[in-house]
């Protein structure tokens, strides 16, 4: 997630996490073939950890739940682990 933060989405995304990673590339293209992989992997990983939050919220109105939802998201953008993890 840093390294789509520092330099957003471009093609090498993959190479360069495997590169930071330490992970052998040949292992890591197993998972991820290309680099939309592991993007795809990225949102998959942090939608279901929105979800499985979501009911954790306090009750509120539609508008302090709505507030409550995007700080999560955005607690969850910042903290989130490796797809690996």
């Known amino acids: 997630m840093a390294l789509m ?3 957003g989405l471009y093609d090498g ?3 360069e ?3 930071r ?3 052998p590339r040949e292992q ?3 998972f991820f073939r290309r680099d939309k992989d592991l993007i795809v992997a990225l949102h998959e990983r942090l939608a279901g ?3 499985a939050c979501l009911a ?3 009750p509120g109105t539609v508008a302090e739940r709505f507030e409550g939802a995007m700080r999560l998201r955005l607690c969850l953008l910042y903290t989130s682990p490796s ?3």
């Open 83 to 85: 797809p690996r993890d």
């Open 17 to 19: 996490a495997i590169g």
């Open 49 to 51: 950890d929105f979800e």
């Open 5 to 7: 933060a520092e330099r």
């Open 56 to 58: 954790d919220l306090p």
């Open 13 to 15: 995304l993959l190479e």
């Open 28 to 30: 890591a293209h197993i």
């Open 21 to 23: 990673a330490k992970v």
